[in-house]
């Protein structure tokens, strides 16, 4: 049986860096003998421009019967019209609730040869190794009304957020089941002191805590988690909160690391692929970075890593997404560094494709 990935590369860096995340996984098939059958598709500013839309039907339906989906940054200044009917980031929208995806794993890890790169201060950095579960499929992002229009002489505009029981359950509950793998806290966030969905939010975090009765677990307003994120970092363990403040959230937590070109991603739904696992979509956390497009000068340690989450939470293969883990932790450690890291005694600036290279041979190395 050949697992099936979708690869969509995206705008701007997307291809140059999930073009390497795929060498990466044709390394650990051929290692694994594992058979992945890999299909690539159009999505983004790309898509519209080929198609008009930035999803075509195609896409959609290889999406669906797909195993996993690896993915690229859409978007950039050519189609950055937040006016336009159709724009890249639509895909994404719509690529998320038609899988069902609605939880996104966002890890924050650490690596002590790159805390200098961090602006926070190496003992606030220290050890942090956490995790933001953000919800996907409900809040302000999809409720109804949410439009422009004009109220006499006035323009006026709305947005709803909006939350049903059974959203807020479903991601609380694969927060709490994740925390049980890690060091066992939760922290969930929200705005009860002003908002009806968060008050619901945390009314129902608090039921779904007395299940997980050997797993720590706190709540937090999302202006002090803010806060909290810059001054004690390496308190946290799971964080999980709503989509909108999840999308905030994790943009901060990026800087923790040193450069978003380090941060992985994965988008989990409920229904289970052909391994038997969540079906997922696999994306650093970066933009498209349309600026440093085709100059070789990407770094696509992000888009690698989040190659290996797709390894172990859509396919089951732990293992080998250890192997990639250490292979980037031992690339970095040997000194090479991408130009959003460059920098420091004993380090030598390397552009993307030689980045991609590097990983690869030391998963080799670490194989053998």
């Given at each position: 049986?050949?697992?099936?990935?979708?690869?969509?590369?995206?705008?701007?860096?997307?291809?140059?860096?999930?073009?390497?995340?795929?060498?990466?996984?044709?390394?650990?098939?051929?290692?694994?003998?594992?058979?992945?059958?890999?299909?690539?598709?159009?999505?983004?500013?790309?898509?519209?421009?080929?198609?008009g839309?930035?999803m075509?039907?195609?896409?959609?339906?290889?999406?669906?019967?797909?195993?996993?989906?690896l993915?690229?940054?859409?978007?950039?200044?050519?189609?950055?019209?937040?006016?336009?009917?159709?724009?890249?980031?639509?895909?994404?929208?719509?690529?998320?609730?038609?899988?069902?995806?609605?939880?996104?794993?966002?890890?924050?890890?650490?690596?002590?040869?790159?805390?200098?790169?961090?602006?926070?201060?190496?003992?606030?950095?220290?050890?942090?190794?956490?995790?933001?579960?953000?919800?996907?499929?409900?809040?302000?992002?999809?409720?109804?009304?949410?439009?422009?229009?004009?109220?006499?002489?006035?323009?006026?505009?709305?947005?709803?957020?909006?939350?049903?029981?059974?959203?807020?359950?479903?991601?609380?509950?694969?927060?709490?089941?994740l925390?049980?793998?890690?060091?066992?806290?939760?922290?969930?966030?929200?705005?009860?002191?002003?908002?009806?969905?968060?008050?619901?939010?945390?009314?129902?975090?608090?039921?779904?805590?007395?299940?997980?009765?050997?797993?720590?677990?706190?709540n937090?307003?999302?202006?002090?988690?803010?806060?909290?994120?810059?001054?004690?970092?390496?308190?946290?363990?799971?964080?999980?909160?709503?989509?909108?403040?999840?999308?905030?959230?994790?943009?901060?937590?990026?800087?923790?690391a040193?450069?978003?070109?380090?941060?992985?991603s994965?988008?989990?739904?409920?229904?289970?692929?052909?391994?038997?696992?969540?079906?997922?979509?696999?994306?650093?956390?970066?933009?498209?970075?349309?600026?440093?497009?085709?100059?070789d000068?990407?770094?696509?340690?992000?888009?690698?890593?989040?190659?290996?989450?797709?390894?172990?939470?859509?396919?089951?293969?732990?293992?080998?997404?250890?192997?990639?883990?250490?292979?980037?932790?031992?690339?970095?450690?040997?000194?090479?560094?991408?130009?959003?890291?460059?920098?420091?005694?004993?380090?030598?600036?390397?552009?993307?494709?030689?980045?991609?290279?590097?990983?690869?041979?030391?998963?080799?190395?670490?194989?053998?």
């Amino acid at each position: 049986m050949a697992y099936k990935i979708l690869v969509l590369k995206g705008d701007g860096i997307g291809p140059e860096v999930v073009g390497e995340a795929l060498q990466v996984l044709k390394v650990i098939a051929r290692r694994s003998a594992v058979n992945m059958d890999f299909k690539e598709a159009h999505i983004g500013g790309h898509a519209i421009d080929q198609f008009g839309t930035p999803m075509p039907e195609d896409t959609l339906k290889i999406a669906q019967d797909s195993d996993a989906i690896l993915l690229g940054a859409v978007g950039g200044p050519k189609w950055d019209n937040p006016g336009a009917a159709v724009r890249p980031e639509q895909a994404l929208l719509g690529l998320r609730k038609a899988l069902g995806l609605f939880a996104n794993m966002r890890p924050v890890r650490a690596v002590k040869e790159l805390i200098g790169a961090s602006p926070l201060k190496p003992e606030i950095i220290g050890t942090v190794d956490l995790v933001v579960i953000r919800e996907l499929t409900g809040g302000i992002y999809y409720g109804q009304p949410s439009e422009k229009r004009q109220h006499g002489d006035q323009r006026e505009a709305v947005d709803t957020c909006f939350y049903d029981e059974a959203e807020i359950v479903r991601v609380l509950r694969f927060a709490f089941e994740l925390a049980r793998n890690r060091r066992k806290k939760v922290t969930s966030v929200d705005k009860a002191n002003v908002l009806a969905t968060s008050r619901l939010w945390r009314e129902i975090a608090a039921e779904i805590a007395r299940d997980f009765k050997d797993v720590a677990f706190e709540n937090q307003l999302v202006d002090s988690m803010a806060m909290h994120l810059l001054r004690r970092p390496k308190d946290f363990d799971v964080v999980v909160t709503e989509n909108m403040f999840g999308d905030i959230l994790t943009d901060e937590a990026s800087v923790l690391a040193g450069s978003m070109g380090l941060l992985p991603s994965a988008s989990l739904g409920e229904e289970l692929n052909s391994a038997g696992f969540r079906v997922g979509l696999y994306e650093p956390i970066h933009g498209s970075a349309p600026d440093i497009a085709g100059r070789d000068e990407a770094n696509p340690l992000a888009a690698i890593l989040s190659a290996a989450m797709l390894l172990e939470h859509s396919l089951g293969m732990r293992a080998e997404a250890e192997i990639i883990e250490q292979a980037v932790d031992g690339v970095v450690k040997d000194g090479h560094r991408t130009r959003d890291l460059a920098g420091g005694s004993g380090t030598k600036t390397v552009g993307c494709k030689a980045m991609g290279r590097l990983v690869r041979e030391k998963i080799e190395s670490l194989d053998a």
